[in-house]
């Protein structure tokens, strides 16, 4: 059975940091697209990141570029969201998510829809 975790979430400053975790069980992270997702209160979710396995590489949506960096240890099935310079528009639930792994993830990583596992989400608040 797919699981993901997430945790690392909480309020910190703005510019300061926080590395988000998602642990991945019943799965093996090479055959699968790790995707990164926030919620605002009153909003849609949204795509911050994502790991692709097929096409070795990372995203990053433009607000969070520069910013945010994704990571994957096999050896902990686990990937991290290492987030820095966060600023208040930050502020959000954050959720991981899993796919298959296809090539060209680039055209589909920031749509929901696409992924068919989700975490329970972990809060991240960025307020002085």
């Known amino acids: 059975q797919v699981q993901l975790v997430e945790s690392g979430g909480g309020l910190v400053q703005p510019g300061g940091s926080l590395r988000l975790s998602c642990v991945a069980s019943g799965f093996t992270l090479d055959d699968y697209d790790i995707g990164w997702f926030r919620q605002a209160p009153g909003k849609g979710r949204e795509g911050v990141s994502c790991?692709?396995?097929?096409?070795?590489?990372?995203y990053y949506t433009d607000p969070v570029k520069g910013r945010f960096t994704i990571s994957r240890d096999n050896a902990k099935n686990t990937v991290y969201l290492q987030m820095n310079s966060l600023k208040p528009e930050d502020t959000g639930v954050y959720y991981c998510?899993?796919?298959?792994?296809?090539?060209?993830?680039?055209?589909?990583?920031?749509?929901?829809?696409?992924?068919?596992?989700w975490g329970q989400g972990t809060q991240v608040t960025v307020s002085s």
């Open positions: 998510a899993a796919r298959y792994s296809v090539q060209n993830a680039s055209a589909y990583y920031t749509s929901p829809q696409e992924y068919t596992s």
């Open positions: 790991f692709s396995s097929s096409d070795d590489a990372a």
